[in-house]
């Protein structure tokens, strides 16, 4: 599940993605990437208890693996515009 957090999330998609981990918790593997800490998630959801409930459920049994730097997706990208910008002065 990609990218929790960079859209606000409702009521319904809320209920709906804690069903979800619900039903795969201690059962099958689920990978997150957010780049919202924790401790944001029950403003992600707009509620702090099915927030927590949700986070209960992943980080149990989890490996938690946080990643710095520049975006993968980027990559190559930023010097290309660079070399683009410096060329066109």
Known sequence: IDEIGYLPIDKQGANLLFQLINRRYEKNSTIITTNQPFSKW????????????????????????KITGPSYRLKGKVELLEVRKNNNH
């Open 42 to 65: 029950g403003e992600v959801f707009s509620d702090i208890t099915l927030a927590n409930a949700i986070l209960d459920r992943l980080i149990h049994h989890s490996s938690i693996i």
